[in-house]
Nanobody, 121 residues
Framework: QVQLVQSGGGLVQAGESLRLSCVASGSIWSIDYMGWYRQAPGKQRELIAYITNDGSTTYADSEKGRFTISRDNAGYAWYLHMNSLKPEDTAVYYC???????????????WGQGTQVTVSS
């Protein structure tokens, strides 16, 4: 059983920073892709950034320069560092990963439980 567990988030003021964490656990054979999405009220879930198993990163244009995705050396934890937060960053943030478990060696999409980030003006 593979699980993604998120931590971090909360209420901050505009201009402050936050770090979100996501840890994958379970019977994992490989992780190909680790990413972050967010969903604001009344809006669709949108991609923030992702990092591949070779360390390549991709960002949505709107977050370039303010948000940074990183991962630990073992590759089972990844982070979203958010700087200069704005009220419009308020949303539920989700981590995601493409993981092949030992149970079938086939890739599946997994999602974290979501964490609320609220930025006050």
């Amino acid at each position: 059983q593979v699980q993604l567990v998120q931590s971090g988030g909360g209420l901050v003021q505009a201009g402050e920073s936050l770090r979100l964490s996501c840890v994958a656990s379970g019977s994992i054979w490989s992780i190909d892709y680790m990413g972050w999405y967010r969903q604001a009220p009344g809006k669709q879930r949108e991609l923030i950034a992702y990092i591949t198993n070779d360390g390549s990163t991709t960002y949505a244009d709107s977050e370039k320069g303010r948000f940074t995705i990183s991962r630990d050396n073992a590759g089972y934890a990844w982070y979203l560092h958010m700087n200069s937060l704005k009220p419009e960053d308020t949303a539920v943030y989700y981590c995601t990963a493409v993981i092949a478990p030992y149970s079938d060696y086939r890739t599946h999409d997994y999602w974290g439980q979501g964490t609320q980030v609220t930025v006050s003006s």
